[in-house]
């Protein structure tokens, strides 16, 4: 894209460098994970483990959502519709269900395959940590990837094609994540499809976030299953057999062919309320 062209979306008042799609995109992301990275490196200096087992994934992601206050108040001048409103509660609970639904439609056909068997129950305790994890995970990568990375370049490039280049920006993302694979690669890329449509749904970033956080966190804190490549340390325990394509192998379920349907199917859902809607923007 030409990333030097002024946004169709901006203020007519909207003046210098920051009329900019690529300046606003820079400047949205820095405001973003500055205040992140001075939150995660300055608890981590803390010796006792104790003492910053649960809160820090937590301040840090409340940094990440004041610096993107901060910016959308100051550079866009306008305010928050996209983390506020009457309707937040009851599209991160909706965002919840449908992200429980999904990975609850993987796990089961799994299990009708005999792929997955329940082998017992380890302690709960792990519970509120991956909790904390997850909210960080799910609230700063949605700010990151939808509230940037996808809602300011469909102002400059459309909708369908800011989804494809979304998907495609979320999947480079978790290259370096271990267990890659192509269809690992093609899962990741429609998770961020998926997610972008939930955003198109509501315009708003409740509904993305519940999906994303309901799957991480039961994936990892729930069935103790890989999660992007990351080691899993749930509560339950089971055991997946058979050839990683289905299965996922080290990656997690975002590497089966059984994720790539149900989540295709979601996806589809979503993008047709979100164009029923009128939320789809058309190339300038």
């Given at each position: 894209?030409?990333?030097?062209?002024?946004?169709?979306?901006?203020?007519?008042?909207?003046?210098?460098?920051?009329?900019?799609t690529?300046?606003?995109?820079?400047?949205?992301?820095?405001?973003?994970?500055?205040?992140?990275?001075?939150?995660?490196?300055?608890?981590?200096?803390?010796?006792?483990?104790?003492?910053?087992?649960?809160?820090?994934?937590?301040?840090?992601?409340?940094?990440?959502?004041?610096?993107?206050?901060?910016?959308?108040?100051?550079?866009?001048?306008r305010a928050?519709?996209?983390?506020?409103?009457?309707?937040?509660?009851?599209?991160?609970?909706?965002?919840?269900a449908?992200?429980?639904?999904?990975?609850?439609?993987?796990?089961?056909?799994?299990v009708?395959?005999?792929?997955?068997r329940?082998?017992?129950?380890?302690s709960?305790?792990?519970?509120?940590?991956?909790c904390?994890?997850?909210?960080?995970?799910?609230?700063?990568?949605?700010?990151?990837f939808?509230?940037?990375?996808?809602r300011?370049?469909?102002?400059?490039?459309?909708?369908?094609?800011?989804?494809?280049?979304?998907?495609?920006?979320?999947?480079?993302?978790?290259?370096?994540?271990?267990?890659?694979?192509?269809?690992?690669?093609?899962?990741?890329a429609?998770?961020?499809?998926?997610?972008a449509?939930?955003?198109?749904a509501?315009?708003?970033?409740?509904?993305?976030?519940?999906?994303?956080?309901?799957?991480?966190?039961?994936?990892?804190?729930?069935?103790?299953?890989?999660?992007?490549?990351?080691?899993?340390?749930?509560?339950?325990?089971?055991?997946?057999?058979?050839?990683?394509?289905?299965?996922?192998?080290?990656?997690?379920?975002?590497?089966s062919?059984?994720?790539?349907?149900?989540?295709?199917?979601?996806?589809?859902?979503?993008?047709?309320?979100?164009?029923?809607?009128?939320?789809?923007?058309?190339?300038?």
């Amino acid at each position: 894209m030409d990333t030097l062209v002024a946004s169709p979306a901006l203020p007519p008042a909207a003046t210098g460098p920051t009329r900019f799609t690529l300046v606003r995109i820079l400047l949205a992301l820095l405001a973003v994970c500055l205040p992140v990275a001075l939150v995660l490196v300055l608890t981590n200096q803390i010796p006792d483990k104790a003492l910053r087992a649960y809160w820090p994934p937590l301040l840090a992601a409340l940094a990440g959502y004041a610096g993107y206050a901060f910016y959308v108040r100051r550079v866009e001048r306008r305010a928050l519709d996209e983390l506020r409103g009457p309707a937040g509660p009851r599209e991160l609970g909706a965002g919840l269900a449908l992200g429980a639904a999904i990975f609850v439609g993987v796990v089961g056909l799994l299990v009708a395959s005999g792929s997955y068997r329940f082998t017992g129950v380890g302690s709960a305790a792990v519970l509120l940590k991956s909790c904390t994890e997850m909210v960080f995970v799910a609230l700063v990568e949605e700010i990151l990837f939808r509230g940037v990375l996808f809602r300011l370049p469909e102002r400059a490039l459309g909708t369908r094609l800011a989804l494809l280049v979304s998907g495609l920006i979320f999947a480079v993302a978790h290259l370096p994540n271990d267990g890659v694979t192509l269809l690992a690669v093609a899962n990741t890329a429609l998770a961020g499809l998926l997610f972008a449509a939930a955003y198109l749904a509501t315009r708003r970033l409740w509904l993305p976030i519940g999906v994303h956080f309901a799957w991480n966190f039961i994936s990892d804190g729930v069935f103790s299953l890989p999660t992007s490549g990351h080691p899993a340390r749930g509560m339950l325990q089971g055991q997946l057999s058979g050839p990683e394509w289905l299965t996922g192998g080290p990656y997690g379920l975002e590497a089966s062919i059984v994720t790539f349907v149900v989540m295709g199917a979601a996806t589809i859902v979503l993008l047709r309320r979100a164009q029923r809607a009128g939320h789809f923007l058309p190339k300038p």
